[in-house]
């Protein structure tokens, strides 16, 4: 067994990402609705977005299975173009969002490793 494999747990990890993304689509309509009355919320929308479609791709993934596969799966992502996803007001914001999470969760996996 690979080192930091012993408890390596990929339905919890599953459960945590799909809490997360279920969370950030919550947020999302609550900024949505207060888009409507200020811009101030563009940021924080793209953001959610942002957080939102990596959470989402990433729970019920069979890269989950190991540490070294879940780590492959994000340098993965990290290396596709970002989705256009609709809804997104500044893509240039969401993509340098998106790979800072990415990012984060790799540093995260490696150190726990």
């Known amino acids: 067994m690979e080192k930091g494999n012993q408890n390596w747990d990929p339905e919890r990890?599953?459960?945590?990402?799909?809490?997360?993304?279920?969370?950030c689509e919550r947020y999302l309509v609550e900024i949505r609705t207060k888009l409507r009355v200020t811009r101030s919320f563009e940021l924080i929308f793209d953001e959610a977005l942002a957080e939102f479609?990596?959470?989402?791709?990433l729970h019920g993934k069979p890269f989950l299975a190991?540490?070294?596969q879940f780590l492959t799966g994000l340098r993965g992502l990290l290396k596709m173009e970002a989705p256009r996803v609709m809804g997104i007001l500044d893509f240039e914001r969401?993509?340098?969002?998106?790979?800072?999470?990415?990012?984060?969760?790799?540093?995260?996996?490696?150190?726990?490793?």
């Not at 479609?53 to 791709?57: A, G, I, L, M, Y």
């Open 66 to 68: 190991t540490r070294a």
């Open 53 to 57: 479609d990596v959470f989402n791709s």
């Open 13 to 23: 990890l599953s459960r945590e990402f799909l809490a997360k993304a279920e969370a």
């Open 94 to 113: 969401f993509k340098v969002v998106r790979q800072s999470i990415i990012e984060n969760l790799i540093r995260r996996f490696e150190r726990d490793g």
